[in-house]
Antibody
Framework: EVQLVESGGGLVQPGGSLRLSCAAS????????MSWVRQAPGKGLEWVSV???????YYADSVKGRFTISRHISKNTLYLQMNNLKPEDTAVYYC?????????????WGQGSLVTVSS | EIVLTQSPGTLSLSPGERATLSCRAS???????LAWYQQKPGQAPRLLMY???NRATGIPDRFTGSGSGTDFTLTISRLEPEDFAVYYC?????????FGQGTRVDMK
């Protein structure tokens, strides 16, 4: 059974930093395209970042230069380092697996981790 | 960037009725790159359909996806109580993804 468990969310002041973790079981982070998707309170879904199996990262324009996606192979864990946080980054952050490189859909999702950016 | 526009914003229907949800893309996209998700309050999204018309594992056959080019549709043939939720379409454009703004299916 695949499980993705996010952690690391919380309250942070504008300009601050936070690192989210996504511990995976039942799949190998290294062998998959892994992504972060966020959802602001009461709003829709927004793709944030992806890391390919080969290690290449990509980012939405809204977070480029501030967020860094990475992974720890032996811990089978995905990370999202978030720097220079803004109030508009307030959201539930989900990690998700890209099921198919050819079709680009997300089949497994974590339960989400809430990040609140406020003074 | 391809923009996905979903309509209507809210659909108020009764159990047993048919629901038709629309997703329109700002430019033509391959049907291989169009997916649908269901989200209930406090839960993560759940994959319903991929490649426009393929049901994900465990999704009942009352859910049907169709469309091509710029116009895609999710149809729920007979609404069950558990189908009242928010539905999102999503497209993949090679190293970036976008979602529609969602359609809420409410119980009338």
């Amino acid at each position: 059974e695949v499980q993705l468990v996010e952690s690391g969310g919380g309250l942070v002041q504008p300009g601050g930093s936070l690192r989210l973790s996504c511990a995976a079981s039942g799949l190998t982070v290294r062998s998959n395209y892994m992504s972060w998707v966020r959802q602001a309170p009461g709003k829709g879904l927004e793709w944030v970042s992806v890391i390919y199996s080969g290690g290449s990262p990509y980012y939405a324009d809204s977070v480029k230069g501030r967020f860094t996606i990475s992974r720890h192979i032996s811990k089978n864990t995905l990370y999202l380092q978030m720097n220079n946080l803004k109030p508009e980054d307030t959201a539930v952050y989900y990690c998700a697996r890209v099921a198919s490189v050819e079709e680009g859909y997300f089949d497994y999702w974590g339960q989400g981790s809430l990040v609140t950016v406020s003074s | 960037e391809i923009v996905l526009t979903q309509s209507p914003g809210t659909l108020s229907l009764s159990p047993g009725e048919r629901a038709t949800l629309s997703c329109r893309a700002s430019q033509s996209l391959s049907s291989s790159y169009l997916a649908w998700y269901q989200q209930k309050p406090g839960q993560a999204p759940r994959l319903l359909m991929y490649a426009a018309s393929n049901r994900a594992t465990g999704i009942p056959d009352r859910f049907t996806g169709s469309g091509s080019g710029t116009d895609f549709t999710l149809t729920i043939s007979r609404l069950e109580p558990e189908d009242f939720a928010v539905y999102y379409c999503q497209q993949y454009a090679g190293s970036s993804w976008t979602f529609g703004q969602g359609t809420r299916v409410d119980m009338k």
